[in-house]
C-alpha cells in the first residue's frame, strides 16, 4: 500500500523498543518507520513491529508495508505539540484516508506504510 499524503509519522524502534510520534503538526504525511539494524527487514522483524506497535497501544501490523493506526494513539501523543487547528485538519485528514479506504471501517484504525530500513 502506497499512502501519499495521510497523518503523521511514527518512528519505531525495535531495539529499544519505542515507539515515538515524529512531528504530529505535519498533516501531510502518514508512515510507520522503523529504525533497526539493517539485517532487520521483513519478514524476519515484522513480528517485531508487530508486537512493539501492539504493547505500545498504538495500533496492529497487517502486513509487512501496512499498520493500522488508532487514531487515538495519534491524538494522545500529538497533545500539547500542536497548532490550534490540529484536530480540524487532522478529522479532515481522517475523512480523506476514509474516503480512499485507507481506514479500517471495524476498528477506524487508519492505514499507514511501513517504511523498513534499508538494506
Known sequence: ???GSGLVEFLVDLVAPSVRL???DD?????VRVT??????????SHRLGDVLATSSVGRLSEEETAFIDPGAISFRAAG???P???ERFVAML???AARGWVDPGTGAVAAQVVWPEL
Open 22 to 24: 515524529v512531528d504530529p
Open 95 to 97: 475523512a480523506l484516508a
Open 36 to 45: 533497526a539494524p539493517a539485517d532487520a527487514a521483513p519478514p524476519t522483524s
Open 85 to 87: 487547528d490540529w484536530r
Open 1 to 3: 500500500m502506497k499512502v
Open 81 to 83: 505539540q500542536v497548532g
Open 27 to 31: 498533516t501531510t504525511t502518514f508512515a
